[in-house]
């Protein structure tokens, strides 16, 4: 089952989509189908709406119409005829969707016969399963419209944008290509400053210049390291991307003036009133770069946030399947509630993070650097939550694993990943966060 875990943990970190094999609990499904007609089918704001479904009884063939509700939350807790009818009713408008003698069939038609058998206690727990499992579409619906959160994208794999993989690896050797010349660049500034300190008075004013036009190149390299980050991030908008380029671009336009002034400065007043400026840019791009790279890994953790809430929801059709057995899900539950919370706070703290972001881009100076920090801490407490519900994941997998070959094959089909996303990407999206505050440190 090291596939299994794998697909979990890719779920969570490298943002694969997760389809489902028959995919029955999506609230537009109801009306994909000739034979289900839907009253009121704009569900909103708790409004009851019941959906007609035509049955075949087995033994006559005779054709009836039931009546049920939309919804499992308003069904009565002890209304188990009703809970099953509605079950069944899902399952068989899945089932339509599947081609015959499919795998995705004869998973249906089994399931179908189980509930058709479900005791009442296990009815009355499958509400229960099916009750959570609404309440998390409700959320991803709202998620849908959420300023921050909206624009990733479950077919675009929980991305903002995508890009052609062409453009990525450009990008990408663009900035492998920058972050080596900025080291060497690094050594060059090391070696001037040396020069500088053993510099004659009459050798000051050149070596100063010197020292200064090394610096100018480090801001330089760091800036195209930067903007090659941004232009390859998936995670923002192309209006995101345009904004921050521009920002960036900006900021070597500066760069090439200062460069300019150096060339034609001769006196050492002259060299001194540059070296004023340089430092004011360098203070500007580092505290410019820790907003970038902050919000680029922030939006990166946004995608990761929407489609946990996806897994959650595709987890608690694996209870459902579970208790369509007849087996413990009591433990699992629990598991998944505890990832549910963890993914709610790591929301939370996701807006905070975004909101302190966008606040420090109109401040300047300390208070600029200490609403930047507060930024960063909930990011990193965002991180934390991230990090603890994939190990939550972990302990799920291996509750769902105990309960048996049932169980694990339902995990497996709930969670089955058509794409075969590289273990290296596991490993890049572990590191991401060192790497960010490595290029704020930088």
Known sequence: MKKVLAILVLALMVFSAVPVLADYGDKDVLTKTDSVDVKDAA???????????????????????????????????????????????????????????SECKISLEKRIALVKRLSDMDAERLKRHIEAREKIDEKIEELKKHKDLSKFKEERKFKARTLAESKKADAKARFEEAKRHFEEVKASIKDAKEDLMDASDEE??????????????????????????????????????????????????????????????????????????????????????KVASGKAFSHRMGGVIVQSEHLQAKL????????????????????ISEFGSLIDSAKVRFEAAIAKFKEAESLTGDDRAEVIKQAQSSMREAQADLKEARAKLKEITRSVKAQGDEAEDALDEETEDDDDEEEEEVEDSEDESEEEESEEEE
């Open 316 to 335: 608690e059709k694996v209870l459902e399947r579970m208790t369509e057995n007849g087996l413990d899900t009591s433990s699992a539950e629990s598991l």
């Open 43 to 101: 569900d909103t704001d708790g409004v009851d709406s019941d959906v007609e479904v035509k049955t075949e009884d087995e033994k006559t063939g005779e054709k009836t119409r039931t009546s049920i509700k939309s919804r499992m939350m308003d069904i009565s807790a002890k209304d188990f005829g009703a809970i099953r009818d509605h079950q069944l009713a899902q399952l068989r408008i899945a089932l339509e969707k599947c081609g015959e003698n």
């Open 204 to 289: 000051k004013a050149k070596k100063a210049n010197n020292y200064l036009g090394h610096v100018l190149d480090a801001i330089e390299k760091h800036l195209n390291k930067v903007l090659a980050k941004v232009e390859e991030n998936e995670y923002l908008t192309e209006a995101q991307v345009s904004e921050l380029t521009s920002a960036i671009n900006e900021r070597l336009e500066k760069v090439s003036g200062l460069r300019s002034g150096l060339e034609s400065a001769t006196t050492r007043d002259e060299i001194k009133a540059l070296a004023k400026d340089v430092r004011e840019l360098l203070k500007d791009v580092k505290d410019h770069t």
